[in-house]
């Protein structure tokens, strides 16, 4: 197990979706960083469901501050923060504990930790465990933002419906979407997507989608090839997140089919700075920042847990079984993972920022 | 700087396009591994240009073996390999050097280092690099090969045209490409693919394209969730490699459109073992192989290097200026990128499986 | 700030001494491994003061456990671990806040964390944060029990008083050891101590020692030269225990004045193993175990916290000031200190043995 | 193994004793360092036997740089050096290839690399190996003393005679220190010294010694505790060093038998700077630089090779024998040591101050 990531700054996560609480220690923060419960408790909210779109855990997913935090800020040391479980249905899982789940780690985790691992909810397997990474990643937003850093995502196809994309400076837009419970820009096509996921919960099924992310004054330089390019930290926090399985930069896989004269961004002066007239890769070059925004594409499977019928197999017996997935879960869950791709960029631009810049980059000037 | 990846088993990468040496070190290999210089030096020509499609850089690419290696078996002690440069032409460079290629790391990689890299042939960032990567990869594709992991990769797409994808049992697909300067799994997808990048090469163009990789023999259990999920791990060693923009796992974007019923990999008993009727999923679950075969499509961005006028900017004056890239450069690199996928892969799979079973895992057995 | 430790097995801590809670993060144990809530208050009471000692600080320190224990046993995923405070007197500190304790690290803390550090009883730089290490080490302790590796720390010296030295095999010492509050191999040698301490309180002083640990049981062949040497791992957690000024592993120091035939351990065959005749170099050689009992020597610096007058300096006024160090402290922390150099070599061993032999080598045999 | 060490700024090393070469990569440099080759060819011949001690491998050892260097500046990128091996006698080793010498890591080689490693004059665990830290070294004690730091080490002990100790401020000794083949501050020590590794050679023996560092010039503020404290990192690097057996830091073991009154160093304000009277503590407080100069001594432990018969195992035969260890040995190296730990030292700071004050903070001023 690696649940620890960065290297400057770091993330360690912890906790099963049925256990006493998940959390996480945020580690090599700047001191002096405000931490506003307000905001908080706020991020926390947008990782929960929609109402309207699910039959939500009713969480309250309350932070609690367990070290490192003092009058208010940030004191340099690591940061413990735990949510504490509650209304949890372990019995939903024990009629069903041997059969395991198509799309799901039951089969991957039984050989890894040898049926010793919490069952319950998917244990630490569970989406919930990105409630740790979402209070950890509420700091990093935060000390970013007082560096004039901004990091939005919003949902750009869901249920085979697309938003429109991010424009090419979509500050404005990032603040647009801070408190969206239903990340789209082009209204339209949030409530198509929200008609297809309802479609798709009648149906017994569950559909996927693509999150756009764009980060707006990241600074150019930043970035540690060979091997820590820009490209690889941010798709290794963003591929360590449950169900995503695509990641790209820029056009992405669409650059593949153009030719160089098309994908390359010309370059040229405004206002005595260097800019690129397009921003086709996504502000990374040699896994640099250039300081255009950083444009990222994340996919989303579907939702794993349906009630449809599946086949499977029963551990116990060794037979192939029916599987039909009761208990509480999801339909879609693209609209709650934004708020979590949002946490795990702050988080790597926080490290990156400080490895680059040293530990008190990020500290606000007095 | 990070030139180094890896954990138990680790690579580090040294060397400038133009400078005396490319090259890297091998640590935390098992003892006993054979190292074969003809299988090495293949290996190294397949990442060499194809004389049909190129001015390629005419590079013996001779590998010499510093340390590491005793009797032509691994030490278990690190490996330092290096490749003399030789043929170096950076009169070519001198003439421009102050202007910025576009879609190259000139601008990021003066920002980086305030002037003093070696700008030749594109220094550090140059795709000489993956020279030393692929003289690691060749002792961890040899040591995976001993047990029965084999990898390989196709050009899945070039210059918009397609190949077929791998069959669900890609293993003998795999051993059939192992020696071919065009991987390609349908020869007129090869024809057509060659004909777009010499279309292209007239045009003073370039075109880019996808790999499809895959892994037979992987056991089940390898990933270290939450933040080293074997998605993770692999992405970030594929987005180290130059040019490119997007990773996607199994079924990848496709599987955002898709409702759970179809995404799911139905489970099944085959022969006493679980297996997945479908693998959309590419082979991992949870961030951990589940014993399917593994599934990657890289997405490459056109070759930067083009002879065709592109808008810049002059560094030295501070104005807008055009920029045609003279010298020798490649129409299209995909098909020498992909034994760098290959050599990628292998590596982290030496390591994630070296942490899982411990240091003597790719010990051969005596 | 660098709160985390180790490779495959890894420890995070955090906390403050007068926050809401301490404790750890304990992460890559191996699933299986049993957790008993009785040992594990044994070896937190171990590290709790002696009463007749000192004025000790009347925590329960009463282990939670949020995750990562399921049925008893470890799960194979994080164990987060805290330890609520209580009990705690910050107006104590206020007094003297802008004061700089001797031999604390007040001052250093004042440069790296720009005055947001909470201060209070040391904040993070307090002797409380190992209860987490130690919570952590209990866990590590029993897994390696389970292998037949025992670990024992005694007190080899404290106020000048020495204890005789462990002998050639030490292991029912060892276990001897266990429970012991105050941790001395020779009876007439920990009355001399205590008197010692008893002595120095009563001067509003204090003392140091010097702990002397040993390992039974650990296979040969652990050990990752050329950096990760078991010297290098073991000295580099135990330089992060508090107070720790030296470390030397075998004869250590005393090895630098002998000659080469006198320092040398002979080697000679012992029913059919290699053993050596002596044990001068603790077990180690090239960085590697050898199969002989590892010993270690720790120096712990005399508490810095006393009650007689010290020069310092008012960071408020800028000013020399004498400082009276008031409050609640120990006049000795050699003896509270044995059971965290039990837990923090335990932690490096677990660490090393799983890197060496794979992530399941701790589980316990079915 | 483990043969990269550093975060930031990172050294990695190969070779073995009579391979083809040693060497190492220094990863993270900052840009723009002067890189002397007169200075790098001074450092590498202090490391070399001094002529009139022992019988010297006659080595020129003549330092290429492969990469990171372009018009005599460091780039940024990874620096390979390489030094060739020549003067190799492997037949002296075949006679004995058998029998383990004591000492020496033959046996736990042979557990750890099942027989793999190259046996010939030690291997990769060969003293040599220092030669690719001591390159890298030059380069960091060169960007360090751009930034007013100056590192040095003396031999406070060699053979049971020993040197007066630093003064309290020795920026001046570490300067005259710099180019002395035998580096010692008392001259009448120095010649005793030399008599008794003399007179040891003369007996078939050899000696050890201690060496005492100091480092001035350090800023306040540089440590990452909780884990990576000034004195664990600096003592992981140095026991890393073969035959390094103890490290302490200021008065070390010392301390042990002091009381906390007159071990803490009180503060005071010197010409409106906060210093400490004395400098019990070697310049670290909780772990973190406090401005004073570090002080730090290691012990080595004599040369394990000696002619004088000792009892050994003969590993083809399983029986006892004796072993007189033939060919070129030192029986001393504690005077070639001293440019290792100088060398260490400078690597480990180089990587702390990246980490605290980021990756441009050694580069020089413009």
Same mark, same amino acid.
């Given at each position: 197990?690696?649940?620890?990531?960065?290297?400057?700054?770091?993330?360690?996560?912890?906790?099963?979706?049925?256990?006493?609480?998940?959390?996480?220690?945020?580690?090599?923060?700047?001191?002096?960083?405000?931490?506003?419960?307000?905001?908080?408790?706020?991020?926390?909210?947008?990782?929960?469901?929609?109402?309207?779109?699910?039959?939500?855990?009713?969480?309250?997913?309350?932070?609690?501050?367990?070290?490192?935090?003092?009058?208010?800020?940030?004191?340099?040391?690591?940061?413990?923060?735990?949510?504490?479980?509650?209304?949890?249905?372990?019995?939903?899982?024990?009629?069903?504990?041997?059969?395991?789940?198509?799309?799901?780690?039951?089969?991957?985790?039984?050989?890894?930790?040898?049926?010793?691992?919490?069952?319950?909810?998917?244990?630490?397997?569970?989406?919930?465990?990105?409630?740790?990474?979402?209070?950890?990643?509420?700091?990093?937003?935060?000390?970013?933002?007082?560096?004039?850093?901004?990091?939005?995502?919003?949902?750009?196809?869901?249920?085979?419906?697309?938003?429109?994309?991010?424009?090419?400076?979509?500050?404005?837009?990032?603040?647009?979407?801070?408190?969206?419970? /239903? #990340?789209?820009?082009?209204?339209?096509? %949030?409530? !198509?997507?929200?008609?297809?996921? +309802? $479609?798709?919960? *009648?149906?017994?099924?569950?559909?996927?989608?693509?999150?756009?992310?764009?980060?707006?004054?990241?600074?150019?330089?930043?970035?540690?090839?060979?091997?820590?390019?820009?490209?690889?930290?941010?798709?290794?926090?963003?591929?360590?997140?449950?169900?995503?399985?695509?990641?790209?930069?820029?056009?992405? /896989? #669409?650059?593949?089919?153009?030719?160089? %004269?098309? !994908?390359?961004?010309?370059?040229? +002066? $405004?206002?005595? *700075?260097?800019?690129?007239?397009?921003?086709?890769?996504?502000?990374?070059?040699?896994?640099?920042?250039?300081?255009?925004?950083?444009?990222?594409?994340?996919?989303?499977?579907?939702?794993?847990?349906?009630?449809?019928?599946?086949?499977?197999?029963?551990?116990?017996?060794?037979?192939?079984?029916?599987?039909?997935?009761?208990?509480?879960?999801?339909?879609?869950?693209?609209?709650?993972?934004?708020?979590?791709?949002?946490? *795990?960029?702050?988080?790597?631009?926080?490290?990156?920022?400080?490895?680059?810049?040293?530990?008190?980059?990020?500290?606000?000037?007095?």
């Amino acid at each position: 197990m690696k649940n620890s990531f960065g290297s400057s700054v770091s993330v360690t996560l912890y906790g099963e979706s049925h256990g006493a609480a998940v959390g996480c220690v945020l580690d090599g923060m700047a001191p002096g960083i405000s931490v506003d419960e307000g905001y908080l408790a706020k991020q926390m909210s947008l990782r929960r469901s929609v109402s309207s779109l699910s039959t939500p855990r009713k969480e309250a997913d309350k932070v609690r501050i367990l070290s490192g935090v003092y009058q208010g800020k940030t004191t340099g040391t690591p940061i413990c923060m735990m949510i504490e479980n509650g209304n949890t249905h372990s019995a939903d899982y024990a009629k069903t504990a041997d059969l395991l789940r198509p799309g799901h780690a039951d089969y991957t985790a039984r050989i890894k930790y040898h049926g010793y691992a919490d069952p319950n909810g998917g244990g630490h397997f569970s989406g919930r465990i990105t409630a740790g990474l979402v209070a950890a990643g509420a700091i990093a937003l935060t000390a970013l933002r007082e560096k004039g850093i901004v990091i939005g995502t919003h949902i750009a196809a869901c249920g085979g419906v697309c938003d429109r994309p991010f424009s090419p400076d979509p500050r404005a837009e990032l603040e647009a979407l801070a408190d969206a419970p /239903f #990340a789209v820009l082009d209204e339209a096509a %949030s409530t !198509a997507m929200q008609a297809k996921i +309802i $479609e798709a919960r *009648a149906a017994g099924d569950s559909v996927g989608g693509i999150l756009e992310s764009a980060v707006c004054g990241l600074p150019a330089g930043v970035g540690e090839p060979w091997f820590d390019t820009l490209e690889s930290v941010l798709s290794h926090i963003l591929f360590s997140i449950p169900a995503v399985k695509g990641v790209e930069f820029g056009d992405g /896989f #669409a650059l593949s089919a153009m030719r160089g %004269s098309e !994908a390359n961004d010309p370059f040229r +002066i $405004e206002n005595g *700075a260097v800019v690129t007239s397009t921003n086709r890769m996504g502000g990374i070059l040699g896994g640099i920042s250039n300081g255009m925004p950083l444009r990222i594409r994340t996919a989303i499977k579907p939702t794993p847990s349906i009630s449809l019928s599946q086949p499977s197999v029963n551990m116990a017996t060794g037979e192939n079984e029916e599987i039909s997935v009761v208990g509480r879960h999801d339909p879609a869950i693209v609209h709650r993972a934004r708020v979590v791709a949002d946490s *795990a960029i702050a988080l790597v631009l926080c490290d990156m920022l400080s490895l680059r810049f040293g530990t008190d980059y990020l500290k606000p000037n007095d």
